[in-house]
C-alpha cells in the first residue's frame, strides 16, 4: 500500500504541474471577468491578463481594494471597468454581466473568485451563518455561471469565421477543502465540495454540447490570502482544542505558503490548456492522492501525519 500511495504521489506531483510556457494568445483582446478582484487571487489575476493584453471587468464588495487593483493596471493597454459587487446578489450579479456586454460588446472568461471562510462546529454554527457563507462561495459562483455563460457562448459564436475565433472559459474557484472535509470547517467544506460538484457537471455538459466553451475547477491548497484574517468565526471551536485569538489566526496563516500571484498564473495556464481540474499547491496534490487511496480513513492519516511532522520539528523538540 505505501508502494502505491508513493508512486501515484510522484505521478500526481510531475503530471499535474505545467510547463510555464508564454500564453498571450489565448487572452490577447478578450475579456474576463473576475469576482474578488480587490486583493489575493483576484488581483493577481487581473494583472496577469492585463500583461497578456486581456480587457478586465473586475467587480468586489470592497471599494477600496478595487480602486487599488484598478490603479495597478494604469499602465497596461487595456480597458478596465470596475463594479461594487456582492456575488450573493443575484439580480447584481445578473445586472452586472450586462453591463460588461455593454461596455465591451463581449465576454470570455468569468473567474469566479469571491470567497468568505467561517470557523465553527456543525453544533455551534448558527443557520444564518451557513446561509452567509454558502450565498457567497457557492451561490455566487452559481450566478456568475449562469449569468455569463449565454453571453460567452454568444461571444465565442459570433466569432466564428471571423479571422479569430474567440475563446470561452468559466473558472470556479473550490479548494483544498473542496476534495477532502476538516473540523471547523463544515460549512466552507459544503460550500467548496458544491462548487466542485456544479463545475464538473458544467464541464461534461460543455462537453457534450462542443460549443466552443469550457470549464475548469480550482483546487488552491494554502495561498497567501486575506481569506484567514476576514474569517468569521465563534467559541465553539474550542472545544476542538482549536483557538480563536489572534495569535490563533497568525498560526494559521503560516500555513499559507504558496504565493497568490503565482497561483493565479497556475490558473490561467490551466485554463489555456484546458484542464478540467487544477490542483494548486503541493499540499493539495498530496492530501488528494491521500483521499484516493484513503477515502474513509484519510483524515485519521492526515492527522497522525501533523503530529509526527510537529513532534520532529525544531520547535517541538527544543520545547520538550
Known amino acids: 500500500m505505501l508502494n502505491t500511495m508513493t508512486a501515484s504521489l510522484r505521478q500526481h506531483l510531475s503530471n499535474s504541474s505545467i510547463t ?3 500564453m498571450p494568445d489565448y487572452y490577447q483582446n478578450h475579456v474576463a471577468a473576475i469576482t474578488g478582484a480587490g486583493s489575493g487571487i483576484g488581483r493577481a489575476l487581473a494583472i496577469h491578463l492585463a500583461k497578456m493584453g486581456c480587457h478586465v ?3 468586489d464588495i470592497n471599494a477600496e481594494a478595487l480602486t487599488q487593483t484598478q490603479q495597478l493596471l494604469t499602465d497596461y493597454d487595456i480597458q478596465v471597468t470596475t463594479i461594487i459587487l456582492d456575488v450573493a446578489d443575484r439580480e447584481a450579479v445578473e445586472g452586472w454581466a450586462q453591463k460588461v456586454m455593454v461596455d465591451y460588446g463581449k465576454v470570455n472568461f468569468i473567474f469566479n473568485n469571491a470567497g468568505v471562510a467561517l470557523y465553527s462546529t456543525v453544533e455551534g454554527s448558527s443557520i444564518s451563518e451557513i446561509e452567509w457563507l454558502m450565498d457567497i462561495n457557492f451561490w455566487g459562483v452559481v450566478y456568475g455561471t449562469k449569468a455569463f455563460l449565454p453571453l460567452i457562448k454568444n461571444s465565442v ?9 474567440e475563446n470561452g472559459h468559466i473558472i470556479n474557484i473550490s479548494s483544498l477543502f473542496g476534495l477532502t472535509a476538516q473540523p471547523s470547517q463544515s460549512a466552507y467544506n459544503a460550500s467548496k465540495f458544491a462548487v ?3 463545475s464538473e457537471s458544467l464541464r461534461q455538459e460543455l462537453d457534450i454540447q462542443r460549443c466552443g466553451v469550457s470549464a475548469t475547477c480550482i483546487h488552491p491548497g494554502g495561498i497567501k490570502t486575506n481569506i484567514a484574517n476576514s474569517a468569521r468565526g465563534n467559541e465553539s471551536i474550542r472545544d476542538l ?5 489572534a495569535k490563533a489566526i497568525s498560526s494559521f496563516n503560516k500555513l499559507l505558503k504558496f504565493d497568490a500571484n503565482e497561483a493565479a498564473w497556475v490558473i490561467l495556464q490551466a485554463t489555456a490548456a484546458d484542464q478540467k481540474r487544477c490542483l494548486i499547491g503541493n499540499d493539495a496534490k498530496v492530501i488528494d492522492v491521500v483521499q484516493r487511496i484513503f477515502p474513509t480513513h484519510y483524515a485519521t492519516i492526515l492527522y497522525s501525519a501533523v503530529k509526527l511532522s510537529r513532534k520532529f520539528s525544531p520547535k517541538y523538540q527544543s520545547k520538550s
Open 241 to 245: 482544542g482549536m483557538g480563536t485569538s
Open 196 to 198: 466542485r460538484g456544479f
Open 57 to 59: 471587468a473586475l467587480a
Open 20 to 22: 510555464n510556457k508564454p
Open 157 to 165: 459564436k459570433q466569432s466564428k469565421g471571423s479571422t479569430v475565433t
